[in-house]
């Protein structure tokens, strides 16, 4: 813990950023100092510790080998497969230098882009660090992406050479990749001369020669390799990583390389309260932001044992997390709250399995953290449990309760308060000017952001500036797109999206409000509410809800009244939806997060738009089904 008021240290963030994070950088390794901390000249892109030269793989894995070869710096755990793999710092050094030298041998030089089309195995993490050691930029595409989302992603980054997989595998079932990967090669305007395809041994594939090489190969041939880093500038890119939409050409999220190492190990000290030798459990995906930061670069960063986990939360059963934790003396654990509501609707004697004394805190973010859901997490495992919000675009928490300062309180229903560098300011949707405690307004940030935040979308300064500077016009403002209000302590609340936001009969009401309420309903295990078109109020909140286990047995018009009544009490008769439809599961992505805008465009009858990373088709189909009912 830090010897030191959350408050005073957050001030220093915001009121001298250049001294501030000045110390922060000495946290690291650099070969040669930066010209200056923050280089303000051109607005609103800010360049951290440029004129530095500095190296991520070097960071998280080179640094540490004096101290703690021998430490476990790579936990791989598949209940897929039934494979548990360590690997120890020294191990790791040398898996990453067998991957970059395997990279070097096709060619692969500093800023050229690696696109990594990979299930959560090992050889994903060495094929990140390795592109990181040689100054080469990584793409990692979640593997739930299909074809032609697979091929924008090729046609924009365009990549000197993929790495893939022959398949991963979801639930015991396999899931083919390299069949995806040819289609998408097939359909791409930029597709590189060279495949390196690791073969798992669970799906037939078809090599494409000369372009597939074997990773098999690559590593004898390469398997006493040394490959040293490549020192690259601060501000040189680390990683293009895509958002998801429905609909346009994929944002590439274009991340540097020393502030992001900065704020990742800045972020695990105050925000995770994570310390070298300790280890650290994300239940995320590579291909997601979350695991980019908090799998692989944070806690190597920090000198931590990060644990890579390939399975669902419920196989072999729901009591699978805690069964790692025990295992592996996890003392810190990030996941998501979908997974807890999962993990709800199963037997409670399976929290009580195992041993959990070692686990100080439960993380959850991804998707907002409804109070209920929190407030059983807590209580049933004994445990902190502390939201955090951001974004793909920031990189690290914008908002969190920081372990590291005891003397901040995390808030059921709150994500918590600014971070060290963000500042964060509510303001009105149309002037731009601040609102009042209590009031809601757009969550957005002060120029510049601090270290670890995006560059700029890739080979698209303009897109960047007309995405989220230009919000309000005059002012250097990052928008979140997303409603909050903040009370007197400096606490906030996050409402939804700023375009999830439903005018009825000229009433704007959240969408989270709405959910909020409901899922503190004691039948309701989960809800998903969304704006329909309506012909005599502009709008109409349409709710779906899975009831919790037990529930069979009350009629659905019973349970909808209850639910209706429940919304009427807590929000208001404005606030109550004009339809409740009861549905078994809620339309998914693969990494837990809800597919609104598919359930709402199935509402009002238009196309859901790109479903590629739909966990469970039948749950989508449950919408229309639902909606045809009385």
Known sequence: MIDASYADFYRRSVDSPEAFWAEQAQAIDWKK?????????????????????????????????????????????????????????AEL????????????????????????????????????????????????VFGGFASVSLAARIDDAQPKVIVSADAGSRAGKVVSYKPLLDEALRL?????????????????????????????????????????????????????????????????????????????????????????GETFFCTSDIGWVVGHSYIVYAPLLSGMTTILYEGTPIRPDAAVFWRIVEQYRVNQMFSAPTAMRVLKRHDPALLQRHDLSSLRAIFL?????????????????????????????TGWPILATPLGFPDVASRMGSPGVSMPGYKVCLRNETDGEPVAPGEKGVVAIDWPLPPGCLQTIWGDDARFVDTYWSTYPNRQVYSTFDWGRQDADGYLYILGRTDDVINVAGHRLGTREIEESIS?????????VVGVQDALKGQAAWAF?????????????????????????????????????????LPKTRSGKMLRRAIQAICEGRDPGDLTTLEDPLALQQIPDAIARP
């Open 188 to 276: 791409s305007q930029h597709p590189p001369e060279q495949v390196i395809v690791v073969d798992r041994g669970l799906a037939d594939w078809a090599r494409q020669a000369p372009r597939d090489v074997s990773y098999a190969d690559l590593r004898t041939r390469h398997a006493r390799a040394e490959v040293p880093c490549v020192w690259v500038d601060s501000t040189h890119p680390s990683y293009i990583l895509y958002t998801s939409g429905t609909t346009g050409k994929p944002k590439g999220v274009q991340r540097d390389t020393g502030g992001y190492a900065v704020a990742l190990q800045l972020s695990m000290r105050v925000i995770f309260g994570g310390q070298p």
């Open 33 to 89: 100092p930066w010209n200056s901390v923050l280089d303000r000249s051109r607005p609103p892109f800010s360049a951290w510790f440029s004129g530095g030269l500095t190296n991520l793989c070097h960071n998280a894995v080179d640094r540490h080998l004096p101290e703690r070869a021998g430490q476990a710096a790579l936990v791989y755990v598949s209940t897929e497969t039934g494979q548990e793999v360590s690997y120890s710092y």
């Open 545 to 585: 809800v899975v009831l919790r286990p037990g529930q069979d047995n009350v009629t659905a018009q019973a349970s909808q009244a209850s639910i209706a009544a429940h919304v009427d009490a807590q929000l208001g008769a404005v606030a109550r939806p004009q339809r409740i439809c009861l549905v078994t599961a």
């Open 520 to 528: 503190a309903h004691p039948a309701v295990a989960e809800v998903a």
């Open 365 to 393: 973010a991804g998707e907002p953290l409804d109070e209920p859901t929190g407030r059983w997490a807590a209580e049933s495992l004994n445990k902190p449990v502390i939201d955090n919000y951001w974004q793909t675009e």
């Open 93 to 140: 050094h040398r898996e990453v230098q067998i991957m970059a030298a395997s990279l070097q041998s096709l060619g692969v030089t500093q800023g050229d882009r690696v696109l990594i089309y990979m299930p959560m195995i090992p050889e994903a993490v060495f094929a990140m660090l390795a592109c990181v050691r040689l100054g080469a930029v990584h793409s990692v």
